[in-house]
């Protein structure tokens, strides 16, 4: 069963930086693309990056794109989060799961065998 654990929230102010940990346990990540969601208060989850398996190939949303860098260390059997620049709106509860991986690319939608973890909470306030 796969289990993630997510980590590596904070309060910050706009304009600052975060990473955020996405822990592996339970299965081996190397065969699995990754990706982060998030979803703030009376919002619907949104997808925010992913890496495939190969750590090659990411993909961003628009909201995020040129601001966060999806990054991963099999051998932590780990994913990773680096938030930049960091807006109001980025703040939300992050999670990281496994997702759909096709031909070398990765897609945000999360495999039916994924679980989601508690998440963690990113405040970005003055």
């Known amino acids: 069963q796969f289990q993630l654990v997510e980590s590596g929230g904070d309060l910050v102010q706009p304009g600052g930086s975060l990473r955020l940990s996405c822990k592996a346990s339970?299965?081996?990540?190397?065969?699995?693309?990754i990706g982060w969601f998030r979803q703030a208060p009376g919002k619907e989850r949104e997808g925010v990056s992913c890496i495939p398996s190969s750590g090659q190939n990411q993909w961003d949303a628009d909201s995020v794109k040129g601001r966060f860098t999806v990054s991963r260390d099999n051998a932590k059997s780990s994913v990773y989060l680096q938030m930049n620049g960091l807006k109001p709106e980025d703040s939300a509860v992050y999670f990281c799961t496994a997702v759909l991986q096709l031909d070398g690319h990765c897609e945000l939608r999360a495999l039916r065998s994924a679980s989601w973890g508690p998440g963690t909470q990113v405040t970005v306030s003055s």
């Open positions: 339970g299965f081996t990540l190397d065969n699995y693309a």
